[in-house]
């Protein structure tokens, strides 16, 4: 899954061609987007590919590369040239962290989830990684994320199992509404057509152990699937840059989940709601107004809004004055639900965010430096 943005480093046009390929080597850099650099940016991204190429003797069309960081800047090749040989030497199967750590750029932390699951009395295990922290939109974000299976699918349910997945997870988030040129997902398994784990065709072998269609086997593999995304969005989210809360916007009862998802992500994009929940203040008024700016269908007059399971509007007004201590209780808290009920619709959609504070201008105001 790439970014939507019409303008797209390199590293995303290059791999999205290669994304159709069987893929036999990941190459990440950080610090550096590789974007807007024109004919150089792909002859930069080429030569990292053809380093990629010769370190582990595959065809560069088996490479996926993706950058991250500072775009408008000429990548420095030779930089990456010189880490090869220290990074084919640390090349591990327990090296997860130390990847994630390595491709965060104004990340506060590495985003790291594994998770195990039994198909067909077999053992097999679920990796995610991911960075993200500011300019988060869907289509996706500033965001790169590279979820791994051992467990052999057919690929066209992979495919259709990592959408659903990336759409419920990562086209979820937002923190601040801008969507990235370098936004990428990736989703890595074995082909079950050609390869099980004594390099036997699967389908002649008598011996598979994967998925190969859509049952419940399927079902929980995606429930797994979608847990890793899932937990790798929250971490984006709430590590917003600046941010200090976790914020979830939950739409329900719409007339469509379109609807919901337009509603949902107004509010979680306004400014004005993500400051008042950064200053602690019940400003419900702020989220009446991002409801209405959308061109969703909604009754005006029929709208309930909760916040932590606290009532605070009833049909679009306010049940009364919650008292000074009640309100401080429910915006002190670290993580924010707001809950809107539109009672007008079988539907529902949910967005992770986070609040706005100064420190996201001193952020970017900086990130150059």
């Known amino acids: 899954m790439f970014t939507k943005n019409k303008i797209k480093a390199a590293p995303v046009i290059l791999s999205k061609k290669n994304s159709k390929n069987i893929i036999r080597a990941l190459i990440v850099n950080s610090g550096n987007a590789n974007a807007c650099n024109g004919t150089d940016g792909i002859k930069d ?35 990456i040239e010189n880490s090869l040989p220290e990074l084919m030497k640390s090349l591990s199967e327990d090296g997860a962290e130390q990847v994630a750590r390595a491709i965060m750029t104004t990340d506060t932390f590495p985003k790291v989830v594994a998770k195990n699951i039994t198909i067909n009395n077999k053992n097999y295990h679920i990796l995610g990684m991911a960075k993200g922290s500011g300019m988060i939109m ?6 790169l994320a590279f979820i791994m299976t051992d467990l052999p699918l057919l690929t066209n349910l992979g495919d259709a199992l990592f959408k659903e997945c990336v759409k419920y997870s990562f086209n979820s988030i937002t923190v601040d509404g801008d969507t990235s040129t370098n936004d990428t997902a990736f989703f890595l398994y074995p082909d079950a057509d050609t390869y099980i784990g004594d390099n036997e065709p699967a389908h002649e072998s008598g011996i598979f152990k994967g998925i190969l269609e859509k049952d419940i086997n399927y079902d929980i593999v995606k429930y797994s699937v979608n847990e890793v995304c899932f937990s790798l969005a929250k971490m984006i989210a709430e590590d917003g840059e600046g941010a200090t809360k976790s914020v979830t916007v939950e739409i329900v009862n719409a007339y469509s989940e379109s609807s919901a998802k337009k509603i949902a992500f107004s509010v979680a994009n306004s400014p004005l709601v993500k400051t008042a929940i950064a200053g602690e203040d019940l400003n419900w008024g702020r989220i009446m107004m991002a409801i209405g700016k ?12 909760y916040i932590n399971n606290f009532k605070i509007v009833e049909n679009s007004k306010s049940l009364g004055f919650i008292g000074a201590e009640n309100e401080k209780k429910i915006m002190s808290q670290k993580e924010i639900n707001i809950k809107i009920d539109l009672k007008c619709g079988p539907s529902f959609f949910k967005v992770l965010t986070c609040d706005f504070t100064h420190e996201y201008i001193n952020i970017n105001a900086s990130y150059r430096s």
């Open 294 to 305: 959308t061109d969703a269908r909604i009754k005006p007059n029929y709208i309930d809004i």
């Open 45 to 79: 991204a080429k030569k990292v590919m053809s380093l990629v190429s010769e370190a582990l003797n595959i065809n560069e069309d088996n490479i996926l590369i993706c950058s991250t960081g500072v775009i408008g800047e000429r990548l420095d090749t030779s930089k």
């Open 138 to 143: 869907p289509n996706m974000a500033t965001m």
